[in-house]
């Protein structure tokens, strides 16, 4: 079954620290891995996507890895901001016709001063 | 527009009754994606279509939910007889085929 998990489920640090969420994932056949930020009554907003190929994808102070390998993915965010305050969802495209995507169930993090 | 619009932004529906809810792509985008996202949780697939065919509804979790997008382009999501368990938030999202998608807000929908 394709699956993607995501720990920890929620995570509070304190404003200028650094912290790395983790995905793992079940989805076979593997096209693309996507970190989205997710504000508090938006929608998601992509902040990277990775490929087979890729094993690591700056954007800032968001950098996320890919291994392919043992089907995880991080996403190390640096220097954290008030506005980091959000959901992180890993989310898995299936290769097939049109861009079949699995989402993760998200890890909310919140940014302390 | 600039971005996915979706309407209503909130929408309370008695137990029983009948909802729509709309999607407004951004333009000349081929995919459009609908998802439910009940609290706490990550997005779940129901639909998807590619211009106006609908070509996956196998995320769809009972027949009385319905989704259309008849010229290609704008798209509405209809529940019929609402219940409880359908309080969640819809998620329409938009791309060119095969790239990022975009997403809307959503509509937050509440059932009493």
């Known amino acids: 079954k394709n699956q993607v998990e995501q720990s920890p489920q929620s995570l509070i640090i304190l404003e200028g620290k650094n912290c790395t969420l983790q995905?793992?994932?079940?989805?076979?056949?593997?096209?693309?891995l996507r970190w989205y930020k997710q504000d508090t009554g938006r929608g998601p907003v992509s902040l990277t996507i990775?490929?087979?190929?890729?094993n690591t994808k700056s954007n800032g102070r968001y950098t996320a890895t890919l291994d392919a390998d043992t089907k995880q993915s991080s996403l190390h965010i640096t220097a954290s901001q008030l506005s980091d305050s959000a959901s992180y969802i890993c989310?898995?495209?299936?290769?097939?016709?049109?861009?079949?995507?699995?989402f993760g169930p998200g890890t909310s993090l919140s940014v302390i001063p | 527009g600039a971005g996915v619009s979706q309407s209503p932004r909130y929408k309370v529906a008695k137990r029983g009754q009948d909802v729509a809810l709309r999607c407004d792509p951004i333009?000349?985008?081929?995919?459009l994606f609908w998802y439910q996202q009940a609290l706490g949780q990550g997005p779940e697939f129901l639909t998807y279509?590619?211009?106006?065919?609908?070509?996956?509804k196998s995320g769809l979790p009972s027949d009385r939910f319905f989704a259309e997008r008849p010229e290609g382009s704008v798209s509405t999501l209809k529940i019929q007889r609402t219940q409880q368990e359908d309080s969640a938030v819809y998620l329409c999202?938009?791309?060119?085929?095969?790239?990022?998608?975009?997403f809307g807000q959503g509509t937050r929908l509440t059932v009493v």
């Open positions: 999202a938009s791309s060119f085929t095969n790239t990022e998608a975009f």
């Open positions: 995905c793992n994932y079940t989805v076979s056949p593997f096209s693309n």
């Open positions: 990775m490929t087979f190929s890729e």
């Open positions: 989310v898995v495209s299936v290769k097939t016709s049109y861009d079949k995507v699995i």
């Open positions: 333009s000349g985008h081929v995919s």
């Open positions: 279509f590619q211009n106006e065919a609908q070509l996956d």
